[in-house]
């Protein structure tokens, strides 16, 4: 029920982070994998490490506020595999800004990224699965968008926005054989989150004590939800979001 074998998936912002563990969780399942991001350099290295598993791994620059550009990506996975059975709505961003000082520019760029960039594709790859019968989208959210985060009225906004177009494509596509669900992580041992642990020591100590299981997450332990989602595992959940997050939304204040 978890095998991905014969399948073909798009992961977005997949060059680092949890796209990219969420990648590699999906080919290690038996899918081939389109990867896409803005960095080519860091697709290129994943896609080695995709070949190493046994499974294809096709490179495809994109942005994702830019429809022409998803455009292409979906083309190109037509063109050459035929079908799309997965996608993985990954690509993010965020700033920090108080909310009496946040600038509309970055509330637009990140309004962009986080939730048009994932309709825009969502939109694009799930006419291509509604031709098919059948098809998995999965919208990558975050614990921000049920729990306020200071300086990040964007990032959570958007993140909000993402988990009520989860559900709304799931009703709308349900009985098109489109399933569409969401995963919503707390903090994850990225890259990211080591370089601001590297610049604030209390970092760490303050997320690890506000979570109930005393640690972050690993981006390793992304992949079985995802998996889980991807696969006929799942084939009679939709319009849901999972929280991956150790009990932080479970404790509540």
């Known amino acids: 029920m978890f095998s991905l074998d014969g399948k073909v998936s798009i992961v977005t912002g997949a060059g680092r982070g949890i796209g990219r563990s969420i990648a590699l969780g999906l080919a290690e399942s038996g899918s081939d994998i389109v990867i896409c991001s803005r960095t080519t350099s860091e697709l290129e ?77 969502a939109k694009k790859v799930g006419q291509e699965m509604i031709q098919q019968g059948y098809g998995s989208i999965i919208n990558i959210s975050s614990v921000g968008s049920d729990q306020a985060i200071t300086k990040s009225v964007a990032y959570t906004a958007a993140k909000g926005g993402l988990n009520m177009l989860t559900k709304n494509l799931a009703v ?68 849901e979001t999972i929280f991956v997050d150790g009990g932080w939304t479970a404790l509540g204040l």
């Open 172 to 239: 709308e596509w349900a009985e098109k054989g489109v399933r569409v669900n969401g995963i919503a992580p707390s903090y994850i041992e990225t890259d990211l989150v080591e370089n601001i642990k590297n610049h604030r020591p209390d970092f760490a100590k303050d997320i690890t004590n506000r979570t109930p299981m005393k640690r972050m997450g690993k981006p390793e332990e992304m992949k079985g939800v995802a998996v889980f989602l991807a696969s006929e595992a799942s084939s009679y959940i939709t319009g």
């Open 45 to 121: 290295e994943l896609s080695n490490e995709i070949k190493k598993i046994g499974k294809e791994a096709f490179v495809i620059t994109c942005d994702v506020t830019k429809p022409e550009s998803v455009d292409t990506v979906v083309k190109e996975t037509i063109k050459k595999y035929g079908k799309i059975d997965i996608l993985i709505n990954n690509a993010g961003m965020t700033k920090k800004h108080l909310a009496e000082n946040f600038p509309v520019e970055d509330w637009n760029n990140i309004l962009s990224v986080n939730l048009t960039g994932a309709f825009v594709f």
